[in-house]
């Protein structure tokens, strides 16, 4: 396994990386520890060092990179590393060519670091409050395009660094799909079922949602399938008659909680195969309540998605089939004569979908690590 540890100076990398070496048994290398032994060399390269590392400022990127690379060449590198300081920059981060299976960024305020960094045991000679603060501003600066470039790969892992060391390593072998018990590290697994269920009104992003999960690897039940392929069947357009038409004709028959029981059978199928399913597109409180009454050993989150009206109109203007169902009266209908009402209001998650896909999938991965590590 190939580890890749950022944050600000004072963040807990050096203690959390140590323990992930010790608990993972892959070496830990800090850039940082290099440069500073470089540092102490009476050669041309430390005192370049030396004089950069005092006032705070980053080695050049040519440097840096052909300084980590001859290390990580040597034999003990070889079966995975945990690396805490590299890369600072886009172009480190770009030019660095050694299939990095995580980054995990461990984040703290400003003020927690200087607190920390003032009062911590070890000093250094580069921990002057001006050197911090340089520092601080130049990760805000460098590092953060690197943050984001390793979240658009998917390899990115957020823990909050203000718990106690415990917390944070536990939260960062979490996010490795990993577990420390009886100090020995255990692959992760969920012990019950769990029902994740989307909800939201028109064009606010379920369908989005459940494809985020879906590349999760986790199967979806779509409710709002049900009522399409009726109408589809019946031959009749997708107007907001026609929906309601259908719906109630399938709630008189079967009750509120109509799509959920007609989705019984399959989710029990795919809940024995899986210990994490998706419904997309439940509306109703009954539904809700059915799937609590069906399935009484499983955990059932309602994770509700947000978006302001004006921009969920627009989304459904954009559409290639039933562009034109939208408006306040869908949405009062939605609210009111299918129940959604108090599926939103009681809902475990909300998510606002105003900006961008990336956004989106950034805000559900929360989620979903969430849900799925509780």
Do not use: C
Request: charged letters at 30%.
């Amino acid at each position: 396994m190939k580890l890749v540890l950022i944050g600000i100076q004072g963040s807990g990398k050096s203690t959390q990386g140590n323990l992930l070496s010790k608990h993972l048994k892959i070496p830990y290398l800090s850039t940082g520890h290099i440069f500073r032994n470089i540092a102490k060399e009476k050669s041309p390269l430390g005192k370049q060092v030396k004089l950069l590392m005092s006032s705070g400022l980053l080695i050049p990127d040519k440097l840096t990179i052909e300084i980590v690379n001859s290390y990580l060449s040597r034999p003990e590198y070889k079966k995975g590393y945990i690396l805490d300081g590299f890369p600072r920059t886009l172009q480190q981060a770009k030019k660095f060519k050694n299939n990095v299976d995580k980054v995990i960024h461990i984040e703290i305020p400003d003020k927690e670091a200087l607190w920390r960094l003032a009062y911590r045991n070890e000093q250094r000679d580069d921990d002057t409050i001006e050197a911090i603060k340089k520092r601080i501003e130049l990760f805000k600066t460098h590092t953060t395009p690197v943050l984001d470039y390793y979240e658009k790969k998917g390899q990115l892992a957020t823990v909050d660094g203000t718990m106690s060391i415990d917390e944070v390593h536990q939260s960062i072998l979490k996010s490795l799909g990993k577990q420390l018990i009886e100090n020995r590290v255990l692959r992760w697994k969920q012990k019950n079922n769990t029902i994740v269920a989307i909800v939201g009104m028109p064009g606010s992003g379920k369908t989005e949602a459940a494809q985020y999960f879906e590349g999760k690897g986790l199967p979806i039940v779509s409710f709002s399938d049900i009522v399409n392929k009726e109408i589809e069947k019946l031959k009749k357009p997708h107007t907001l008659a026609v929906h309601h038409e259908v719906r109630q004709g399938l709630r008189e028959k079967y009750g509120f909680e109509a799509m959920a029981k007609l989705s019984k059978k399959q989710i029990e199928t795919k809940l024995k195969k899986n210990n994490m399913i998706v419904i997309e597109g439940m509306r109703s409180w009954e539904e809700y309540q059915y799937l609590k009454k069906e399935f009484p050993k499983a955990r059932i989150f309602i994770l509700a998605i947000y978006a302001d009206k004006a921009v969920r109109y627009e989304r459904i203007k954009k559409r290639k089939s039933r562009s034109g169902l939208y408006g306040e009266e869908r949405d009062l209908d939605e609210l009111l004569n299918t129940h959604m009402g108090p599926t939103i209001a009681n809902a475990d998650y909300l998510v606002k979908n105003n900006f961008t896909k990336e956004e989106l999938k950034t805000k559900l991965e929360e989620v979903y690590r969430s849900i799925y590590f509780s």
